[in-house]
């Protein structure tokens, strides 16, 4: 039985002590290891264990973490995280306490840079590169993106920006989209190797200078034809327009390509590079190489069979909800069109893509044109639903706000993992979309307190055309309420009572809906009478009802999944405005999510821990009486 090289390799510096012929070994015990860690805790696996391979020759052949190694995204990095002294917490991924599911900068110094929000890599890396060139000094720095990043904009910008200032960087490009047949294969290798050797490299850097020296009708001729000669063969011309010295594309599972060409790559003095990879997601695991997704993202699973161990639904989740109640508005209405970036199958559009493939439209990951270009359709009369998580909307808050909000264009935005997300932790938390959409003019914001509330909105945002309108809702299963059959709209800023009382009154925008109400079960108990009403709108607010409730009751809380600066603002600028804070006997608090990012974790516990539970709204009503909280309180 051969000895687990894993188990003698805790840092990088460890595997650079291996000869290369052991360096294969090290793949397939990574690979295991990978596979067997993201059995227990879930997580990203196929495209971890797509570049296995490439990550054990990235960190042999560059000095890491001297060397800048950057992963994009971060849905790749868990075999990065075994190599670099986190195997020991490996299976600790996503849990309380425990290892990010990306990149993290506080987490290791082998994490250069923090990643969960995709195309950042490239830019990032620059940034390095530049300054590593003003502090005068000879590091290397590799940034390795993903295929998929490559539809955003941003890594353009930030490619066009390198080949121009024609700093030192590598960029591998990690494609998993695409097989190289193996005589394909061996040749692209063989090509990619000659040209990323120095000896290319110095006569080709030669016959630049001979040309450069030959009329100008000359020299442009020569450099396109060595430039088209290369793009022949090696399909780089695109990112040789860029500026960047293209090499590949080679197969990314076979070491003995990997190795030789990233040692050239590392050696070379010239500007910037970029190394075509061909890798497979799934790479190794046939569950995951024969499913549709290859696993991209996986709940905990038997490594045996697959299987992976889905509880089974008490009610259907919230991103179903929107996708089976647009179609049936879309089967009303034929000038709705739904709009997704790059997550089809995460916001519920791919259910609308096989029923209207036609009036179905995934942009890639491109979230700063999804808006405009629903903007655009907007403008020629149909309905645009725009699907994006609240996290990835940020990223075109000013094609929200200029293309669409200073235009008052009826797109629609529906906005799923609103509010805390559990796992994925800070990066992929809707925390702020309340605030950020609620100062915009023309906007109205919505929020579903329950899955029934939210087949009414999407009914709402289908019967609405005088401008822009959003509807948030939160990651995961509703609360088993029993769903209308057709969707009805609501009235614009209008709320409701849910429960009515006399001395406490709660004001819920969203889904702590169901928390207010266990509060107010458990406030009666203790002899306070409460209102709970559900807002519905965070705006326009449904002032006739807020007025109300504060004349009528002692206590005011306002509650939301969401940050400082929404919702509990817009009420309390609402009071301040109409003069009801100056009546010296109301109490007005509000609850928000703390002013932090708060770590990974179940849901459930992060809202404890932000007091947005029933526990804390109960606390944060005694402590606005001036009251210790007791078992019973007399009224």
């Known amino acids: 039985m051969s000895t687990a090289l894993l188990d003698t390799i805790t840092i990088p510096e460890d595997l650079r002590r291996l000869p290369e012929n052991q360096l294969r070994q090290v793949a397939d015990e990574l690979r295991t290891e990978t596979i067997s860690a993201v059995s227990v805790t879930g997580g990203h696996l196929g495209a971890g264990l797509g570049v296995v391979e490439l990550t054990v020759a990235l960190h042999y052949v560059f000095d890491t973490p001297r060397d800048r190694l950057i992963w994009d995204v971060g849905h790749q990095a868990y075999p990065h995280k075994i190599l670099t002294g986190r195997r ?8 309380a306490g425990g290892l990010s599911g990306f990149t993290k900068r506080a987490e290791s110094e082998y994490d250069p840079f923090g990643a969960a929000h995709t195309s950042t890599s490239i830019s990032a890396g620059l940034g390095m590169a530049v300054a590593r060139d003003l502090d005068g000094k000879k590091n290397n720095v590799i940034a390795v993106i993903g295929d998929g990043a490559m539809s955003a904009g941003m890594a353009y910008e930030a490619m066009n920006n390198a080949g121009a200032m024609h700093s030192r960087l590598i960029v591998i490009l990690n494609d998993n989209d695409m097989s190289i047949a193996p005589p394909t294969g061996a040749m692209s290798s063989y090509l990619a190797r000659l040209v990323s050797g120095g000896t290319y490299l110095s006569i080709r850097e030669a016959a630049k200078q001979l040309a450069r020296k ?6 442009e001729k020569a450099q396109r034809a060595e430039e088209y000669a290369r793009g022949f063969w090696t399909g780089g011309t695109m990112f040789e327009e860029l500026g960047f010295y293209y090499v590949g594309p080679i197969d990314g599972h076979n070491l003995d390509h990997l190795l030789p060409i990233l040692k050239n790559v590392r050696d070379s003095e010239t500007g910037p590079i970029l190394v075509h990879v061909v890798t497979q997601k799934g790479k190794g695991y046939a569950p995951a190489e024969a499913a549709a997704d290859k696993y991209h993202g996986v709940v ?8 992976q161990a889905k509880p089974k639904a008490n009610a259907p989740s919230y991103t179903k909800v929107f996708g089976e109640s647009l179609i049936k508005q879309a089967h009303e209405d034929d000038k709705i069109v739904a709009i997704t970036a790059a997550m089809p199958t995460g916001t519920g559009v791919d259910l609308f893509g096989k029923e209207f493939p036609a009036r179905t439209f995934d942009v890639g990951i491109a979230e700063q044109h999804a808006v405009t270009f629903a903007a655009g359709m907007a403008t020629e009369g149909y309905k645009p639903f725009c699907a994006i998580y609240s996290t990835f909307l940020q990223r075109a808050y000013d094609q929200v706000v200029h293309d669409v909000s200073l235009q008052n264009l009826p797109v629609r935005f529906a906005i799923d993992r609103a509010g805390l997300v559990g796992a994925d932790g800070p990066t992929h938390a809707g925390s702020f979309d309340i605030a950020y959409l609620g100062t915009l003019p023309n906007m109205v914001v919505m929020a579903a307190a329950d899955e029934a509330e939210l087949v009414h909105m999407v009914a709402t945002a289908a019967a609405y055309d005088d401008g822009p309108i ?3 809702y939160p990651r995961g299963e509703g609360v088993g309420i029993d769903l209308p059959e057709k969707g009805e709209p609501l009235a614009i800023g209008k709320g409701r009572i849910v429960r009515q009382g006399s001395r406490i009154a709660i ?10 109400l266990k509060a107010a079960e458990e406030l009666e108990a203790r002899g306070l009478s409460t209102t709970v009403a559900d807002a519905r709108f965070a705006k326009p607010l449904d002032e006739d009802m807020i007025l109300k409730l504060v004349r009528e009751h002692e206590v005011l809380i306002t509650l939301e999944e969401g940050c400082i600066g929404g919702f509990g603002s817009f009420v309390l600028q609402l009071l301040s405005d109409k003069g009801a804070l100056d009546r010296g006997t109301l109490k007005v608090r509000s609850m928000v999510l703390p002013d932090t990012y708060q770590d990974h974790d179940k849901p459930e516990r992060l809202y404890a821990d932000a007091s947005l539970d029933s526990a804390g709204i109960v606390k944060k009503v005694f402590e606005a009486l001036g009251q210790e909280e007791i078992r019973e309180v007399r009224a």
């Open 507 to 516: 004001l819920s925008l969203g889904t702590r809906l169901a928390e207010a």
């Open 300 to 307: 905990t699973f038997d490594v045996v069979t697959g299987a």
């Open 88 to 95: 020991d917490r490996i299976r600790t991924l996503r849990q």
């Open 470 to 472: 959003a509807f948030r």
């Open 214 to 219: 030959l009329p100008k009708f000359f020299y």
